[in-house]
Nanobody, 124 residues
């Protein structure tokens, strides 16, 4: 049973924008976006909490926006002012119960379910 289904992503030039979506089945606690480049560790990008509070990695603050539509049970990541170093596979994730705030929310071990991943490629 697929729990998180991602869409969006693609290839853009530096400075461009994309919107990533993550449709969830069932209930979620905290939800987040991560990204990973081959050969490197998965990096937390942004988190959204049940009360709507958000947290961002310093590398994306001011450029990326995480949001959710509770009626559609869907989370989004609007990515603007893209840079070549943003190129990665992006994953959405959720916790089913435990939810931690602040910088710890960007550690992947908190998360129970993961999306299939979507590629974002930014050319200079």
């Amino acid at each position: 049973q697929v729990q998180l289904v991602q869409s969006g992503g693609g290839s853009v030039q530096a400075g461009g924008s994309l919107r990533l979506s993550c449709a969830a089945s069932g209930s979620s606690s905290c939800m987040a976006w991560f990204r990973q480049v081959p050969g490197k560790e998965r990096e937390g990008v942004a988190t959204i909490f049940p009360d709507g509070e958000t947290y961002y990695a310093d590398s994306v603050k001011g450029r990326f926006t995480i949001s959710q539509d509770n009626a559609k049970n869907t989370m989004y990541l609007q990515v603007n002012s893209l840079r070549p170093e943003d190129t990665a596979m992006y994953y959405c994730a959720r916790t089913l119960s435990v939810c931690t705030y602040g910088p710890d929310s960007l550690y992947d071990y908190w998360y129970d379910d993961w999306g299939q991943g979507t590629q974002v490629t930014v050319s200079s």
